[in-house]
């Protein structure tokens, strides 16, 4: 889970601060302090963190929030509010060029994921139905302008290299002309990356962005390193202005620190978020949704983004209905479960349900697809009047079935067992079910 030391840490303290009906001045202290610590151990940029919890705890001793009924939330929302606000407040995307090509320059330290993340960026400019043009600017790390090749074909978009003996400056310059020239909408310069900031460097992006003039500038920094990765940031800004930055490897093990403070500290907004190694593991970087991932508050958002690009509309509709009525089957908790499958690993997707996001118990339920797959196998060897009506399957016919499906008879009676409550529970929630049924 994302910065899963912050985020459980946060999450304790607002589960003691809801338990309690009315909260005084000293509960909020108290909570502060807490959230305070907790930011500090995530690496986030104590300046930062000092006036983040000043806001938050000016806020939290209003009036509206001491007296309300529920105090505990409105801290929550406060926080949550104050969280978004620090990484942005709303998504910043890319600022486009009054005339094609829009020119982006990417920098960053080596090995913080520049060229990979020139890559990603193409995929997503792609799926877009954009048309970037790709230019091989780093002419000395070895192997830099293949590396850049090898992305350009994986994605299918043309690499502008002039090889390794001509300057960079001129490449980025004649890569422009060629993208006007051709209708390319993109380019995406891939700049050389130094092991540490150095002059030499500096001086020939600050020569790049002179020549070409882009319309962004993003810094590709590695969130793994915490606050080192602001430094650079603060750095890179300082000496070339930065127009935002991409935060890689959130997927790691990161603590939250870079995430948490390279906006605030650069005045820059985080454009994009790096989340593996794969070509498709960039996502447009959402405030709102890291704040509530983060308090646990589930990525309710990306979850039905996710659920509209994969699953059948219509069939989820219907499915909801029947659920609501009562009249769900086995079939349909079958079909509901293909369908689920379609969007990735379940563990992914439960991460995503608010209350869930942290959940200890969730880490030891494990639910992989080969389970899934198991179930399928066990509704598969049913006969349809069985998967209508549960009841009429004996143990003799529980036992066969079992072996139809080379599972156990335990299993079955698991599956059946979960899928009588899951019916009772349904039917014990009449106002929703009026909600939703029309
Ligand atoms: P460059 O020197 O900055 O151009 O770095 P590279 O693009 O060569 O990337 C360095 C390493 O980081 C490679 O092994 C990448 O696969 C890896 N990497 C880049 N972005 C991510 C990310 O978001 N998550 C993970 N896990 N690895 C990444």
Redesign the pocket.
């Known amino acids: 889970a994302i910065f899963e030391g912050l985020s459980t840490r946060l999450q304790e303290t607002f589960q003691r601060l809801r338990g309690k009906g009315k909260l005084t001045e000293d509960d909020v202290k108290e909570a502060m302090r807490e959230v305070r610590l907790a930011l500090l151990e995530a690496d986030v940029n104590f300046k930062v963190v000092k006036e983040f919890v000043e806001k938050v705890r000016e806020r939290a001793v209003g009036q509206e929030v001491l007296q309300s009924l529920t105090p505990g939330q409105q801290v929550i929302k406060i926080v949550n509010d104050e969280l978004t606000e620090l990484m942005g407040g709303t998504q910043s995307r890319i600022a486009l060029a009054s005339k094609p090509p829009t020119v982006i320059m990417m920098v960053?330290?080596?090995?913080?994921?520049?060229?990979?993340?020139t890559g990603k960026l193409a995929n997503l400019l792609k799926k877009q139905n954009r048309y970037p043009l790709l230019a091989a600017c780093d002419i000395y790390?070895p192997a830099?302008i293949k590396?850049l090749q090898v992305l350009g074909e994986q994605v299918k978009t043309q690499v502008f290299s002039m090889g390794d003996q001509v300057s960079p400056v001129d490449i980025a310059k004649n890569a422009v002309e060629h993208a006007k020239m051709h209708g390319f909408d993109y380019v995406l310069i891939d700049t050389a990356?130094r092991l540490h900031i150095d002059e030499a460097l500096m001086d020939e992006l600050k020569k790049i962005k002179e020549a070409v003039n882009p319309d962004e500038i993003l810094l590709?920094v590695d969130a793994m390193t915490g606050q080192d990765a602001v430094n650079v940031a603060e750095n890179f800004h300082q000496q070339l202005g930065i127009t935002g930055t991409i935060l890689?490897?959130?997927?790691?093990d990161t603590r939250g620190g870079a995430a948490l403070s390279i906006r605030s500290v650069t005045g820059t907004p985080v454009k994009f978020a790096?989340?593996?190694?794969k070509l498709d593991?960039l996502e447009p970087f959402h405030p709102d949704r890291m704040a509530s991932r983060i308090l646990g508050m589930g990525d309710v958002l990306s979850l039905i983004e996710k659920a509209q690009a994969n699953v059948d509309q219509e069939k989820a509709q219907e499915v909801g209905k029947k659920l609501m009525s009562g009249e769900f089957t086995l079939e349909d908790f079958l079909d509901q479960m293909q369908q689920i499958k379609k969007m990735g690993p379940l563990q992914d997707l439960l991460r995503m349900i608010p209350g869930l996001g942290n959940d200890k118990a969730l880490q030891n339920v494990n639910i992989d697809d080969k389970q899934i797959a198991r179930v399928e196998a066990i509704i598969c060897s049913m006969t349809p009047k069985e998967r209508q009506d549960p009841k009429v399957m004996n143990a003799s016919r529980r036992r066969r079935i079992a072996t139809g499906s080379g599972t156990s008879v335990q299993e079955v009676n698991r599956l059946l067992n979960q899928f009588a409550d899951m019916q009772k529970m349904m039917k014990q929630l009449p106002g929703l079910a009026k909600k939703m049924g029309k």
């Open positions: 960053g330290l080596q090995g913080a994921g520049k060229t990979t993340t790390r830099a590396q990356g590709v890689t490897k959130l997927d790691g790096g989340m593996g190694e593991a």
